[in-house]
């Protein structure tokens, strides 16, 4: 592994010109092609030294591209970079090579049908394409690649993938001879069936089957890595997945982060449909959420985290808000370069330029922390449904500009004990170990919001013969382990009366009333344990008439423990009516666990932001990015996501909170802003919000 510290290159060198071409194409990036990068303002360059198709250098593994004749194309780049102190990223397509298929046909992944899932299935410009199996002899093929390709002198390499395609039936792959046999001897069991869209429940050879899934990936990278370190051990990984952890397939990817450096989520708009096409209908919240993920992986082992921002069709002002958003959410924009908007990039260039310092030199601001249970995801959800929760939560935070990080299941008391709240948003699946932890976080200080089913199963999906939280959260229903999914029956509307301002102050909820509708979200029964006081209840209407406790506070040692039996969140594409205050309430709920904050922003929902504390000049950061925006004649937030102009947001305020905070500086640029009194209270007005700006507020 290579030692990145704040100076490596990687870090200072926060911009990628990116370029990744498809078959057969002949215009290949040349010596002119990197000055114009540089030009720009790019401090790396990344290109295909292996594409899906073919090898893009003199090779004795694989299989030349036909197309560059006598050319090595990576020794012309690579020596191009050297020219103007470029550093030079090769492209490695661990999810697809064709050529190796082609004398190897018998190692592509197969669905449980027996179907090759084609990866370019339609385009009739390209030849069918099928992954192989990592499983396979496959994986020593592709370290042989990298050793090779390492040889050549690269800086570092990009990885596209690895990950296991979707089958013709929609079913998740591997199920070739290979697997079959291997997962029999390791195991014992046979391949279990897997239906459309739904994992195949808590069965042991379900259990097994994930854990022979993530092995084999990971295995797979770890080989390659440590083949090419073996020849440079500077040379720097980065692993991209266009879907994160959320899903199956970026969720198994992202499994290999043991043998990389930086992992990668693409925040990019696709023009060609399907599964990626769904991308361009992603909110800032959506992608805000993309890439904490990101950062909440990568932080494990001091990781960063990239973002690959655009494509060739990617409209000027979205390019330029994709880069900074990236920024703001620390992590590196990778931008394809050249494309028809050369003015466009060279502005995302020097824009991501001004702001670099202050992600590199900072760390996020620990307030409040969502729980992504990885368990959960394989073992509890559908697909289509993984994190509703917590996505919920990360916007209701985001929309209300309120600190929000993420940890997982890999997180130690030392992880979450500078966080003032940790949620436990829909996290059904927690081990023992688990479990303790987040009890000595509460013993120590720490406050827990725990919602709907957190913990009634453990870390492979087993139904809990007896609830473990019950001390903590009271008795709750227990689901049967043959039904896992909510039913309607769960998604009543209920009513929660606020009026006594117990459990948010009443001024949050302002002028929507103290009368708060729960639309459609998941609830189980619950009732408080001994010495927990009920804050509020719910009331279902008539004809049902039910009612319960909707938030159950305890005291434990030195900390507090609140328990809603309401998947709040959850619902939260599918109620925008009701959103408005069930946002501002879970919002409250947070403030009144974690307490003030140094700074207060006020600002429409359509502004988000990040805050960091800096270490030099010693101050917190404070990203705003604007997410309102015109297409076409209409103004837009939220469901779409292209932009073709900003709209300016005018009159955000930030309040001073802490006496100690004396000085606020606007970045880029340096503009000192004055700070108004009006008795006790302090803020600062900002200028109109295009499209992002950071404050450095300092003692």
């Known amino acids: 592994m290579a030692r990145i510290t704040a100076r490596h290159w990687i870090n200072d060198r926060f911009v990628v010109a990116f370029r990744n071409y498809g078959w057969p194409d002949p215009h290949f990036p040349d010596e002119r092609w990197v000055a114009d990068a540089a030009k720009l303002g790019a401090r790396v360059v990344c290109v295909d030294a292996h594409s899906q198709f073919r090898a893009n250098y003199d090779t004795r593994i694989s299989r030349k591209n036909e197309l560059l004749g006598e050319r090595d194309l990576v020794r012309e780049l690579l020596d191009a970079c050297r020219k103007r102190d470029l550093k030079f990223m090769a492209y490695i397509p661990a999810g697809h090579f064709i050529n190796y298929l082609d004398a190897h046909p018998e190692h592509a992944c197969v669905d449980s049908s027996g179907e090759k899932p084609y990866s370019f299935k339609g385009r009739s410009d390209l030849p069918d394409s099928f992954c192989p199996c990592h499983a396979s002899p496959f994986k020593e093929f592709f370290a042989q690649v990298l050793e090779e390709v390492a040889r050549l002198g690269v800086d570092a390499f990009y990885f596209d993938g690895p990950f296991l395609p979707t089958g013709a039936d929609g079913a998740i792959t591997c199920y070739c001879d290979t697997c079959r046999e291997l997962f029999r001897r390791q195991t014992g069991f046979d391949l279990p069936p897997h239906s459309p869209g739904a994992p195949g429940g808590d069965t042991p050879e379900w259990r097994a089957f994930i854990d022979f899934r993530y092995r084999n990936l990971g295995e797979m990278m ?27 397939q970026g969720a198994q990817s992202y499994e290999c982060n043991a043998a990389v450096d930086i992992l990668q989520t693409e925040a990019d708009q696709n023009e060609e449909g399907g599964d990626v096409g769904v991308q361009r209908h992603l909110s800032p919240v959506q992608n805000l959420l993309r890439e904490i993920l990101l950062l909440e992986a990568g932080s494990e082992r001091g990781r960063r985290a990239s973002a690959y921002v655009s494509s060739p069709t990617v409209p000027p002002h979205e390019l330029v808000f994709r880069t900074l958003a990236t920024l703001a959410t620390g992590a590196a924009p990778y931008i394809y370069t050249p494309n028809a908007r050369v003015e466009a990039q060279r502005q995302a260039y020097r824009e991501a330029g001004k702001r670099a310092r202050f992600v590199s030199q900072g760390e996020r601001f620990p307030y409040a922390a969502i729980w992504m249970s990885r368990p959960t995801r394989d073992f509890y959800w559908r697909e289509s449904t993984a994190f509703q929760g917590e996505h919920g939560w990360l916007r209701a935070l985001a929309e209300e500009h309120l600190p929000v990080s993420f940890v997982n299941d890999r997180a130690d008391f030392a992880r979450l004990r500078p966080f003032r709240v940790v949620i436990l948003a829909a996290a059904a699946c927690l081990s023992d170990s688990s479990l303790q932890i987040l009890r000595r976080y509460v013993e120590a200080g720490g406050n827990l919001l725990a919602c709907w089913r957190s913990g009634q199963y453990d870390e492979q999906g087993r139904a809990r013969p007896d609830d473990p939280l019950q001390e903590l959260f009271g008795r709750r229903a227990l689901t049967p382990p043959s039904r896992l999914i909510p039913s309607w029956g769960e998604r009543d509307s209920f009513n929660v009366d606020l009026a006594d301002g117990r459990l948010v102050p009443l001024e949050t909820c302002g002028e929507y009333g103290t009368n708060l509708t729960v639309a459609r979200a998941p609830r189980i029964d619950a009732a408080p344990a001994d010495g927990a006081e009920v ?53 409250g709920i947070v403030k009144r666990l974690g307490g003030k904050l140094p700074v207060e922003i006020e600002a429409p929902a359509c502004v988000l932001a990040t805050f960091y504390r800096l270490a030099e000049p010693k101050a917190l950061a404070v990203h705003l990015m604007n997410g309102l925006f015109v297409e076409g004649a209409r103004v837009h937030w ?10 300016p947001v005018p009159g955000i305020k930030v309040y001073l909170k802490n006496d100690g905070l004396k ?13 108004k009194r009006d008795g006790a209270t302090r803020w600062v007005d900002l200028p109109r919000l295009e499209s992002h700006f950071i404050l450095t507020i300092q003692t």
């Open 222 to 248: 770890q080989l390659g890595c440590d083949r090419a370190r073996a020849v440079n051990p500077k040379l720097i990984f980065v692993l991209n997945s266009y879907d994160g952890r959320m899903k199956w």
């Open 535 to 587: 804050l509020a209840g719910y009331r279902v209407p008539p004809p049902r008439e039910q009612s319960g406790p909707f938030v159950i506070e305890r005291k434990i040692g030195r900390g507090r423990v609140w328990y809603t039996p309401v998947d709040l969140g959850a619902n939260q594409l599918e109620t925008h009516t009701a959103w408005i205050l069930e946002r501002r309430v879970m919002a």
């Open 638 to 647: 939220y469901l779409d996501y292209i932009r073709e102009k900003p709209f």
């Open 663 to 675: 000085r606020v500086v606007l970045q880029p640029g340096g503009r000192k802003l004055k700070i």
